[in-house]
T-cell receptor, first 111, second 111 residues
Framework: NAGVTQTPKFQVLKTGQSMTLQCAQD?????MYWYRQDPGMGLRLIYY???????DKGEVPNGYNVSRLNKREFSLRLESAAPSQTSVYFC??????????FGSGTQLSVL | GQQLNQSPQSMFIQEGEDVSMNCTSS?????WLWYKQDPGEGPVLLIA?????ELTSNGRLTAQFGITRKDSFLNISASIPSDVGIYFC???????????FGTGTSLTVIP
């Protein structure tokens, strides 16, 4: 049972490049989330999807887009990467909004 | 967004000592979660609390949901080297809504 799987693990981009972070969960959870983690700031919510077909903005959505492809998959896209988006990104899922389960993260550097 | 104040920011303790940390919010929460994060990994859920006054244990870890519903506490008894990591609290106002995270407590255990 893999839980929440994120790819890639590491990524380096140049300013202005685009990329998509992939996330898949095998726990049949309805809700999925994207967080970013910066030193001293804890985890901040970028976007979430309460159920298949819906997405909502979190605390820090600017510069990001998301797609809830199906119940299992929730992707995060950076259309034009900026150095301020250098961070560690975590995908999470939950059962009806109760406990959150996290993936192992994507470390992104934007030069 | 909601502000969660987590303290202390860091702790250096001797192996075998007990540890206490807490999290306070300016708002009432219906759910409190406690996570541990190891370097390069995603947060792992330790304890979930759903009711004011609730006291829940997981091995040497005990967490409490404060009666005011604006705080939560985590205690670790008889610390061991593998307890090293960053501990995060997370709170949720209503089921299904987003979770807010504290900034973390970094724990170092000296053998």
């Amino acid at each position: 049972n893999a839980g929440v799987t994120q790819t890639p693990k590491f990524q380096v981009l140049k300013t202005g490049q685009s990329m998509t972070l992939q996330c898949a969960q095998d726990m049949n959870h309805n809700s999925m989330y994207w967080y970013r983690q910066d030193p001293g700031m804890g985890l901040r919510l970028i976007y979430y999807s309460a159920s298949e077909g819906t997405t909502d903005k979190g605390e820090v959505p600017n510069g990001y887009n998301v797609s809830r492809l199906n119940k299992r998959e929730f992707s995060l896209r950076l259309e034009s990467a900026a150095p301020s988006q250098t961070s560690v990104y975590f995908c999470a899922s939950s059962e009806r909004g109760f406990r959150l389960f996290f993936g192992s993260g994507t470390q992104l550097s934007v030069l | 967004g909601q502000q969660l104040n987590q303290s202390p920011q860091s702790m250096f303790i001797q192996e075998g000592e007990d540890v206490s940390m807490n999290c306070t919010s300016s708002s009432i929460f219906n759910t409190w979660l406690w996570y541990k994060q190891d370097p390069g990994e995603g947060p792992v859920l330790l304890i979930a609390l759903y009711k004011a006054g609730e006291l829940t244990s997981n091995g040497r870890l005990t967490a409490q949901f404060g009666i005011t519903r604006k705080d939560s506490f985590l205690n670790i008894s008889a610390s061991i080297p593998s307890d090293v990591g960053i501990y995060f609290c997370a709170g949720q106002v209503d089921t299904g809504n987003q979770f807010y995270f504290g900034t973390g407590t970094s724990l170092t255990v000296i053998p």
